[in-house]
């Protein structure tokens, strides 16, 4: 990465979808951005209406959800402007990112514009998703082509990690490598360096997948809800699987792709599966082209006041309603959380889903090794482009390893679908896999050396799938403690959504207990889908339908001791969390020394849904910061209610800048990491810095100044306008009056000053006789039998 070059200010060319986009997730990470786009026909002569179509797009941006900035106030980062009036402000910008629409005529007139304006040295980029990105350089300055190649973001730029780097032939070397540093470091991207073919790579094996599964359902007759239940989670893609991505990308725009791709790759041997099916050309031609129209291959209509959903029958073209399937394999795999052990089981089946797997898996396989080296040298960027850009949790040649590469290649042959050459001069060799893992790094077979290298940029990640299996020092049911090197642990969760039960406790005790004689420091992170969903419900609805409230006393207090051992430990602990960090996920980080988390974390203290308040000390801390936070007079009511409101109202942050603002992590103490591949790295080195400038035990606090009677009585108060209102049930307002006791310390005359046991004795108190209401047992049954928040 050149050392010298900074991006401070980036303009964006273009303000569409992709466009306003782009620019909020350059405002997230704290840059200035200047989003430019045409002058509407009909403001031409009128000074206020120019900027008419760039601020409407932004706008409109803002209003989507989900959100594509982190925080409302980062939109103060956009400057908006025209073409005709601003373009000369690019001079300003270390970056010029193109996103106008896919023409390349269009394209080359922008570039000529640009270059008036552009300073030497600056980059230019373009998103264009097909174009080929040479063709948009020529007639451009010798300097224009060096600093030149195409960004290739993915829909939604925030939330969807792949960002494709093209280089054309002229591209300097020390560009690219800017460029994909960048992208991982500093936008939080899967940064994968491809070639200047059609479609790149993520587009031109998502669409192959998604065109081979729509003929094999053609040809088949199996039915939309067949499909996507096969192509969804259980094989560790995402909830949308096939159909109803399509939906929600467009088909019209799939459409697009695909007939781009089967008029410009010519010799391609799957070509005929490009070709689009009768049933998606007259969807197109009835204009159903998913959620931009209401209706694709689904639709979802009002009946009875109520939301009822159809799917397209592919035979008929009729919608019929959604049925619910069931496949024989899949039920077996309903207690298997391992992905590669439920492939294998799916894999081997020998009803309809078997079949579906074995062909669609056996032509993506073949088809992945045969673009190489069309698209790619190296396999590991066809996975990442495919786990980034499409949300698979494996890749193509991941999936292959899972299955076992030799045995599949055997399957594939007497199927029809041999793979490419080199994979059996690779078996001929003796290597019987695509990747491996030796000393903590993972490496990928290298086809053009025949060795294992470790994947590029990866050095200075710290991955757990790497070293788990030779650095963990002890392990229960749901935690493994995990020896980071240079006198750091790591506890990792790993129960069903990493909720938080007993033998998390007893996990989080042993980990505190090892690294107080014989480490540094801990970590507490985890490489799941979330951080955490918060404390095991099922096993407090257990104890409080049988009544057990003396057990249920002792298991609230045995979690807000963890708690508590947590902060009061001899030595520093640091949470990582990331996406979900709800209830005693939320309480954790509350406690931790330091928090580095994810920007996509989704933290709260959501106890309110079941009807139950935080009791794993939750409340407590927000009673302490409160009193950190308390100024004199009309302010500490205002404080208070703040506080109140967030617990009341179950608030969760929508990114950790959010967090922030709602109190749940603190400004000078708690960080932020754009790459979710770097949080691990980043969690151990706070944690040891913190550990050897010389970490000081604290001491409980005794001097928590609450409000008593005068919040109490602005908690009741509030509580029963609400209900009043009808924006409440009468079981809300019970859940409010114990929620403002306690925060307010209690019915004291004054304000008076607490310790954290009073408080946390006042938080349990509460918490187990909410547990005894019939309403809060009613309200954690539906959470539990249907992941539906219960209103009674």
């Not at 925030?158 to 460029?179: M, S």
């Not at 070639?195 to 998502?206: L, Q, V, Y």
Request: hydrophobic share 40%; aromatic share 8%.
């Amino acid at each position: 990465m050149d050392p010298k070059r900074i991006i401070k200010k980036v303009a964006v060319l273009g303000s569409g979808v992709m466009g306003s986009r782009i620019a909020c997730h350059f405002a997230n990470i704290g840059l200035q951005v200047l989003l430019l786009d045409i002058v509407p026909k009909d403001a031409a002569n009128n000074p206020a209406s120019r900027n008419k179509l760039v601020n409407e797009a932004l706008n409109a941006a803002l209003k989507s959800n989900p959100s594509p900035i982190y925080l409302k106030a980062f939109a103060n980062r956009i400057i908006t402007g025209n073409f005709e009036d601003d373009l000369s402000k690019i001079a300003d910008c270390d970056w010029i990112i193109e996103v106008v629409v896919e023409r390349l005529d269009i394209k080359q007139k922008v570039f000529e514009n640009v270059e008036k304006f552009r300073r030497q040295g600056t980059l230019v980029t373009s998103n264009t998703s097909g174009i080929p990105i040479h063709l948009m350089a020529e007639g451009r300055s010798e300097d224009f082509k060096k600093h030149f190649c195409g960004s290739h973001f993915f829909n939604p730029p925030r939330y969807l990690k792949l960002l494709e780097i093209i280089p054309t032939k002229d591209t300097l070397p020390e560009v690219v490598k800017f460029l994909l540093n960048y992208g991982e470091k500093y936008l939080g991207k899967t940064t994968v360096l491809a070639k200047d073919t059609p479609a790149f790579i993520g587009n031109r094996i998502g669409v192959f997948s998604i065109m081979s599964i729509l003929h094999y359902a053609e040809k088949t007759g199996m039915s939309i809800e067949e499909i996507d239940k096969l192509t969804g989670p259980v094989i560790g893609h995402p909830k949308s699987a096939t159909f109803r991505t399509s939906d929600v990308v467009g088909i019209d725009t799939m459409v697009h792709v695909a007939n781009g791709l089967s008029q410009n790759v010519p010799d391609d041997e799957a070509k005929a599966l490009f070709q689009i099916p009768d049933f998606v050309n007259k969807m197109v031609a009835n204009n159903w082209l998913g959620s931009k129209t209401k209706q694709g291959f689904y639709k979802k209509e009002k009946v009875n006041g109520a939301d009822a959903f159809y799917t397209l029958d592919l035979k008929s073209l009729e919608y019929q309603p959604a049925q619910k399937v069931k496949f024989p394999s899949l039920e077996t795999t309903k207690t298997v959380d391992n992905l590669k052990d439920r492939m294998n089981i799916l894999f081997a089946a020998k009803d309809k889903a078997g079949d579906f797997y074995r062909t669609i898996f056996y032509q993506l396989f073949a088809y992945s090794s045969n673009r190489i080296p069309e698209i790619s040298d190296e396999i590991y960027k066809i996975d990442a482009a495919m786990n980034a850009g499409f949300g698979w949790e494996t890749g193509p040649f991941e999936k292959w390893d899972a299955l076992g590469l030799e045995t599949t290649v055997k399957q594939m042959e007497t199927a029809g679908y041999p793979p490419a050459k080199w994979v059996y001069k690779m078996l001929q060799s003796g290597v019987t896999s695509f990747y491996k893992v030796e000393d903590g790094k993972r490496l990928y077979y290298d086809i053009s050396s025949k060795t294992y290298q470790v994947i590029p940029g990866t050095e200075d990640f710290i991955l757990l799938d790497n070293i788990r299996s030779t650095n963990t020092i002890w392990k229960n049911s749901g935690t493994t403690i995990i020896d980071l090197g240079d006198g750091i642990l790591n506890l990792e969760f790993h129960t069903k959504m990493n909720t938080i039960g007993s033998e998390v406790i007893e996990g989080i005790n042993k980990a505190i207990t090892i690294a107080e004689q014989n480490y540094k420091g801990l970590v507490i992170s985890n490489e799941g889908t979330n951080f955490s969903a918060g404390a095991n419900v099922g096993m407090i609805f257990m104890a409080a339908v049988e009544q057990e409230f003396d057990e249920l006393n002792m298991i609230i207090k045995a979690f807000q001791n963890t708690m508590m051992r947590i902060r009061y430990s001899s030595i520093p602990v640091v949470a990582a969390p990331h996406q979900m960090a709800l209830g005693g996920g939320c309480e954790l980080c509350l406690h931790a020394d330091k928090v580095v988390a994810h920007a996509e974390l989704y933290m709260g203290l959501v106890e309110f849904g079941v009807g139950l308040i935080p009791g794993g000390g939750g409340t407590k801390e927000f009673a302490l910061r409160l009193s950190d936070e308390l100024q004199s007079g009309d302010i500490e009511l205002n404080t208070f209610r703040d506080k109140f409101l967030t617990i009341g109202q179950a608030k969760v942050s929508t990114s950790a800048d959010e967090a922030f603002d709602l109190g749940y992590l603190k400004k000078g103490r708690d960080m932020v990491v754009i790459s979710r591949n770097r949080l691990l790295s980043e969690a151990k080195k706070q944690c040891l810095m913190m550990a050897e400038e010389g970490y000081v035990q604290p001491v409980q606090r005794k001097d928590i100044r609450v409000l008593g009677n005068q919040a109490l009585g602005l908690g009741y108060a509030g509580a029963n306008a609400m209900f009043s209102g009808n924006y409440i049930s009468e079981h809300d307002v019970k859940i409010s009056q114990k929620l403002a006791y306690v925060l307010a310390g209690g019915n004291l005359s004054q304000p008076t000053l607490v310790s954290e046991e009073y408080l946390l004795n006042l938080e349990r108190d509460a918490f187990v006789s909410l547990c005894a209401e019939r309403k809060t047992l009613e309200r954690i049954q539906s959470i539990l039998t249907g992941g539906k928040i219960l209103r009674n």
